[in-house]
């Protein structure tokens, strides 16, 4: 089989110092699948073949395959050569090479999202914006007072989406950290900022303590919202 190609015109990149978000359409994806599947490792095959779902695998393996092929290119690594370890809660990294670049993935409805910062640890995070989220109740335990309070003055629709928004933003940030779901979510703030765009209030046990974060909404669809996560003071 031939090597599959990083199509380019399929890919939605954009950068800025060191950092790259990529932004990757299933539709655009499928029919790049069964050739993707070759750039997997064994342990990833395995984890592929386990989903119930076949658009879950399909989203797992555009992920992972376009992952490899992204830092090979960068690294001039065969992207199968690459091999990944993991932080305590479960954060993907490099293994074995000096000073890799930072990477984080997330996967949700018809977009899979990348992104690379070769500076300082990174967090992406994508949603499917359910009208369900208008009912702030069945979410109360995520969100901190601050958040509770701006949520709570708006109308279903507009709230809907400012808590996709918000879900987002903490779940970005939590990735960003390492952390993952191990972080009580009540104990971080993220609201809009006076310029609309979205503001770490607090974190009441950041680590590592001291850091500026820099959150940054990205615009992908009217059924999803997304977050990117990076270091302010890199
Ligand atoms: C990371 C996490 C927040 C992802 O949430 P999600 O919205 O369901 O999924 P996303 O598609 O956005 O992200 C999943 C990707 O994040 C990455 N990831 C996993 N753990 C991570 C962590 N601790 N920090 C950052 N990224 C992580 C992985 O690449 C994963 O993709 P993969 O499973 O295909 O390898 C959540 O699954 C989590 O915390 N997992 C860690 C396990 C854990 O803590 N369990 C709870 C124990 S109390």
Redesign the pocket.
């Given at each position: 089989m031939t090597a599959p190609v990083l199509m380019e015109t399929a890919l939605h990149e954009s950068e800025r110092a060191g950092l790259t978000l990529l932004r990757l359409h299933m539709v655009e994806e499928e029919s790049h699948v069964d050739d993707l599947w070759d750039l997997l490792s064994v342990a990833e095959r395995d984890?592929a073949r386990r989903f119930a779902r076949r658009d879950d695998a399909a989203r797992?393996i555009v992920?992972?395959a376009r992952l490899r092929q992204w830092l090979g290119r960068r690294l001039r690594i065969a992207p199968r050569a690459l091999r990944f370890t993991?932080?305590a809660?479960?954060?993907?990294m490099l293994d074995g090479l000096p000073s890799p670049p930072h990477f984080?993935?997330?996967?949700?409805g018809d977009w899979v999202l990348l992104a690379i910062d070769e500076h300082g640890p990174i967090?992406?995070?994508?949603?499917t914006i359910r009208p369900n989220m208008s009912q702030i109740d069945d979410f109360r335990s995520v969100l901190a007072p601050e958040e509770q309070h701006w949520l709570d003055r708006l109308p279903p629709g507009p709230r809907a989406q400012a808590f996709a928004r918000t879900w987002v933003r903490k779940?970005a940030y939590?990735?960003?950290?390492?952390?993952?779901?191990?972080r009580d979510l009540k104990s971080i703030a993220i609201v809009d900022g006076a310029d609309g765009h979205a503001s770490l209030l607090y974190d009441e046990n950041p680590a590592p303590a001291g850091c500026a974060w820099h959150l940054a909404d990205v615009k992908i669809d009217a059924a999803h919202t997304a977050c990117l996560a990076s270091r302010g003071d890199v």
């Open positions: 984890r797992y992920g992972h993991q932080n809660y479960g954060k993907p984080n993935l997330s996967h949700s967090g992406v995070d994508v949603e779940e939590i990735k960003a950290i390492g952390e993952g779901m191990s």
